[in-house]
């Protein structure tokens, strides 16, 4: 809880909407479940920067319960709501999680990640802020906890969680989505609670770096989050390749047993974390372009804390140059929104604005004035960032982060700058009749893969069977729309699979997927095939469709019978771990094995590449 927390008088602690002063109630529990509660412990699990291992909080969690009735905590707290006590024990059991965190040495530099159910967030009497406060009531200003919300729980229609959570907020109390993804709410919850944190469920993380389907779809929550200004936290993190993956997808924190077990020894908050300082480390990836391009436009324009006194803004705004808008951070760094100087005018522009700036009748920390902004990572690939903009609460500006903490800002103009910038390269290196990234764009994907030695990667070289006889017989016309026919294929299946797909030019194509199981992504690509085989019988009439072949000339001039359009391609899988592999290695073994993918039955060739510089020899297609 942060000094915001101050600005809540204590009898305004009742959760309820719209609850008088003065309204507020102690939980009184029955005596067996104050000794129930007395013999369970709390265990403290890290969440951490993902770039710099630094320790952002601890989740308390419940130990013990094999000492009670009960198997877990959800049964524990089904038991007491079926007793109408559940913001009773909600609330003891908070309260014994803050004692033992404030029993750690150096905790104010961590904050408090405590769940919460559903069932109770904003129910009425809920003393959700006692807990939380110093012996004497008063409001604890070295403690920052944010709530989780677990998704798991069905929340009633009538519930209004945006209203309850605007008090939790009020006071100074985070909030973060647990579980997102695998329960009743979804998508509506994460709309109504405007959280600050968004926790991914480890079912989406567990083998997220072999699964396409998994990766899309954490790739499009951190982007949608990051758009609301709501940073991410992977939960279940547990290889050094889910790690990297998460990271490089903009995942802001990580928690799970790769970083550290919960423990019920924990005497000390770290202050940060070796193994992720190692794995990045070793990590020696080149930073990607986008990363190296946002940190040359955006502004390392100086935030302001949000305990700041609120007459520091006059001082931010004032001058010729001063910025028109203020990026308002916590004492972790960590980006809340902005302050804009437009907002401000009856108090800047004012005789009196100082003093009306004091009066305490209009709060006393910067919260109250502070509108969310988007927030991107600094290694956001450019598109998002881009996306990010497009959002109305981007119209000032997005906030870029690094490691979860503030970086700077890039303002509106840089913005538009990089659109057009990207604009101009998309145009220089697009196959103008497919649209699709061109040569220079696939040998940059091909050189970025053979970097990234730590994942399998799937490389596949397509082309069609017999175009020529089928350009000469039906037209140029009909030749352009079986490539444009293949091209949108390519399109929506790189899309669906979190791949890449590129025009190398004519009838030559080419896809990758990385990180992919390599019996999964194999059959993606052998399915690419055989839709476009179905697809390209709508470009013949009824007959040749019957017949399955069509009479063309060949490269000496004679008629024959062809049979209808296909695609056939190599596939070439690269094996995880050191290696010396170029590009040139991996042409010559296309060009060695793209006789064998057309006379194959499934029109495919798989070659696996060794890590060592020369291919294997040519071998029978194994798509």
Known sequence: MDEAMASV???????????????????????EWTRLLAGLSVAFQPIVQMR???CHGMEALLRGLERSPFASPNDLLDAACMQGLLAEVECALHGKAVAAFRALDNWPDAKLFLNIDARVVGVAG???????????????????????????????????IEQAIDRYRQAGIGVALDDFGVGFAGLRLLYESKPDYLKIDRYFIDGIDQDTRKRAIAHALVGYAHALGILIIAEGVETEKEFYTCRDLGCDFAQGYLIARPSLELHAVPERYGIVEELNRRDRRKPNEARLRLSEVIERQPPLAVNSPKTELLDYFRGDNSPSIAPIVDRQQRPLGLIRERDLKRFVYSRFGSELLRNKGLGDTLLDLVVKSPVCDISTPLDQVIEAFSAEEASDGIIIIEGGEYAGFLSSGALIRLVHERN????????????????????RHIERALQEQD??????????DNFKP??????????????????????????GNGGFAGHI??????????????????????????????????????????????????RYGAVRRFPLLSASGVVVVIAPGPHRLTSDAINTAIAGHKAIAKESPDKLCTVHLPPSLSPPPPSAGEG
């Open 52 to 54: 710099t291992g630094r």
């Open 126 to 160: 809920s003393p959700w802020l006692a807990p939380f406060a110093l012996d004497g009531g008063t409001p604890d200003p070295r403690l920052t906890v944010s709530l989780e919300i677990s998704e798991r729980r069905e929340l009633r229609p009538d519930h209004s």
């Open 9 to 31: 008088p204590a009898e305004e602690w009742d959760d309820r909407p719209g609850a008088p002063a003065g309204s507020a109630r102690k939980a009184a529990l029955p005596a």
């Open 505 to 554: 030019g004519g009838d030559d194509f080419f896809v990758a997927l990385s990180g992919a199981a390599e019996e999964d992504a194999l059959a993606r690509v052998a399915d690419l095939v055989a839709q476009f085989r179905s697809d390209a019988e709508s470009l013949y009439d009824a007959e040749a469709r019957e017949a399955g072949c069509f009479e063309g000339k060949d």
């Open 455 to 464: 994942r399998k990667h799937v490389l596949a070289y397509l082309d069609f």
């Open 470 to 495: 089928f350009n000469d017989r039906f037209g140029f016309r009909q030749g352009d729309r079986a490539i444009l026919m293949f091209s949108e294929r390519l399109k929506a299946w790189a899309s």
């Open 424 to 443: 101009l390269a998309m145009a220089a290196d697009q196959n103008p009749l497919t649209r699709l990234p061109g040569n220079a764009a696939i040998v």
